[in-house]
């Protein structure tokens, strides 16, 4: 059974493990627990009156790593600090899994300066993706952490640990769980972007279990190519198996 992290608190969560070890007991079947943590991420934050902002192509749009900034049709803030220190001018920007694009055409302080290259429709909370940029946000989030807490004080056989970008990032993750008693449960690393593909030799022998996210990596990495990675990961667990 998978329990999705980014949705559902724990009272909700401890009731779907509780209903499936009542159907185990009942059944004499077995099933598996998974943790599907929500993993590392960037957001967009306010906008004015809560509203979505229309973008047109060509238009000039900031993004602020100053959190007190209301969001308009101009500028709005993101939940990482690194934004400015990661990018550099000509990176892409995408928003919303991809349905908007931006390219980044100066940083200038605590702002990242971007030309729009299609329109659309921006809002609070979305997704924010760097696609080939290597960004040094930490492998757990605090909630991560408290999420893992719960899946071993729970008992959970499996963790599928969301963007992993390198072996430290499933090295931390084991470290947090045996300090927590999870040190039997396994991770699964999901593969959804080039830095995790171009690392991942290094993630597999750390890893226990590879997932190959392709709607994220789809976001990160050319579509066409999403196949590929796919075969190459395939192809390099065969003799794991």
Do not use: W
Request: proline fraction near 2%; charged fraction near 25%.
């Amino acid at each position: 059974m998978r329990l999705n992290f980014s949705h559902g608190d724990y009272a909700e969560h401890g009731q779907r493990i509780q209903n499936l070890r009542n159907v185990m007991s009942k059944t004499g079947k077995k099933a598996a627990i998974l943790l599907d943590t929500k993993g590392p991420e960037i957001r967009t934050i306010k906008l004015e009156g809560g509203n979505d902002v229309s973008l047109k192509a060509g238009q000039t749009f900031t993004f602020t790593t100053d959190k007190s900034v209301i969001g308009n049709n101009e500028i709005v803030a993101v939940t990482y600090e690194g934004f400015t220190s990661d990018l550099a001018v000509g990176n892409t920007v995408l928003v919303d899994d991809g349905l908007i694009g931006m390219e980044v055409t100066a940083i200038e302080g605590n702002k990242v300066i971007c030309k729009v290259l299609n329109n659309g429709d921006l809002g609070e909370n979305k997704g924010v993706n760097l696609p080939g940029v290597s960004i040094a946000l930490p492998a757990l989030a605090e909630k991560d952490k408290q999420d893992l807490i719960f899946g071993c004080e729970q008992g959970v056989d499996f963790v599928a640990a969301s963007f992993i970008r390198k072996r430290s990032d499933v090295v931390e993750i084991r470290e947090h769980l045996k300090a927590h008693g999870g040190e039997n449960i396994q991770i699964i690393s999901k593969i959804e972007n080039q830095e995790g593909l171009n690392n991942f030799d290094e993630i597999l022998e750390a890893s226990d279990g590879i997932m190959v996210a392709r709607g994220d990596m789809g976001v990160e990495i050319p579509v066409e190519e999403v196949i590929f990675a796919q075969k190459m990961i395939i192809e390099k667990m065969y003799p794991r198996a």
